[in-house]
């Protein structure tokens, strides 16, 4: 018997790429594989930490160029506009907290390590390391810091205008760290 997630997000489907150059977004890339790839778009200016290092000021232009010819399963969560710092400043924020780490390493970091140094210090969400991606958009939930999530490359996985958030262990994620950095370093 499979069990169902009970990790999902209600998804819009009229997407404005427009939107995406104002605000502060969750982008999930790869979002129904084990585990996802999380980073922050800030005011069109995406930023993530990857297992290559540190990826820094991509324009939205071209991360959804990417996502269109490699067909990338991706969520854009809208965070709820913060009452007080401006947007430069958390884009600087963000930018600080991934280059806290060199990259992504098994028992070090992973994508969602330098987001959740950013949600503590914007959004008062309490760090837990070894709290996953499903886990922790579970908790925006709960606090209603999310406003809208777009999908792009995801109807075939819609049912009921929900995405089902992959469920993974904290163990199967530092093999696939490992695995990956592996792959990586040995092309």
């Known amino acids: 018997m499979i069990t169902k997630s ?3 997000l209600p998804v819009v489907s009229d997407f404005n790429p427009e939107l995406l150059y104002k605000n502060t977004w969750l982008v999930i890339l ?10 922050l778009l800030i005011n069109g200016n995406y930023n993530s930490l990857t297992i290559k290092g540190h990826e820094l000021n991509v324009d939205v232009k071209v991360l959804l160029k990417t996502i269109q010819q490699k067909k990338i399963e991706s969520l854009f969560i809208q965070l709820k506009k913060h009452p007080v710092f401006s947007s430069e400043y958390q884009k600087e924020m963000c930018q600080y907290f991934i280059q806290q780490y060199t990259q992504v390493k098994a028992n070090e970091a992973s994508c969602l390590s330098p987001i959740k140094l950013f949600l503590q210090e914007f959004y008062a969400i309490q760090e837990n390391k070894q709290e996953l991606l499903f886990e922790l958009i579970e908790r925006l939930k709960q606090n209603q810091y999310l406003t809208v999530t777009f999908g792009l490359n995801v109807d075939d996985k819609i049912e009921e205008q929900e995405f089902t958030l ?5 163990e199967k994620l530092q093999e696939i760290i490992k695995t990956e950095r592996a792959n990586y370093y040995k092309e």
């Open 30 to 39: 790869h979002a129904s594989r084990t585990p996802p790839h999380i980073g």
């Open 6 to 8: 009970p990790y999902t």
């Open 166 to 170: 992959p469920m993974y262990t904290n």
